[in-house]
C-alpha cells in the first residue's frame, strides 16, 4: 500500500517536472541548464523530462486536461520563466499545486492507477485524511 507522499514523489511530481520543463523550454525558450537549476534536478533530468522519457506519460495528460491544475501550472511556469529562479513564491505555488491534487482527491485516481487492490476501508480512512487538510490526524 502506497502512502499518498510516495505517490507524490515517485510519480506526481515527476509529472509536474516534466510539464514545467516542456513548456518553459518550448513556450519561454529557456535552456535545459537554466530550467535544471529552477527546478533543482540535474541537466540530464531535463532532458528527458523534455524528450518525455520521464515523467508518467498518461499521467501528464491527466493533470493537464484538469482545468485548475493546468491553470495552476501556468502560473508556476510563469512565475519561474520571469524570475529565471526558484523562490519563495515559486515554491509556494509548486505546494500549493501539489496540496490541491491532494485535497482534490486527484492523488487518489493516481494512486488506483498504481495499484488495483487497495483495500476500501483503508482508501476511505485515506481519503478522510486527505479532505482534512495538511498537520491534521485522527
Known sequence: MLLPAEIESKTLIPALRAILAKKLAEE?????????????????????????????????????SEKQVAQLIDELCENLASDLAYTPSSLSKFIGLCNYIKSSLLICEIHHNLESNID??????????????PGSVY
Open 28 to 64: 519561454h525558450d529557456i535552456r535545459e541548464d537554466e530550467i535544471s537549476k529552477m527546478l533543482g534536478v540535474t541537466q540530464a533530468a531535463i532532458s528527458n523530462y523534455i524528450r518525455g522519457t520521464r515523467g508518467d506519460p498518461s499521467l501528464i495528460a491527466k493533470l493537464l
Open 120 to 133: 476500501e476501508q483503508v482508501c476511505k480512512e485515506c481519503e478522510n485524511m486527505l479532505l482534512k487538510g
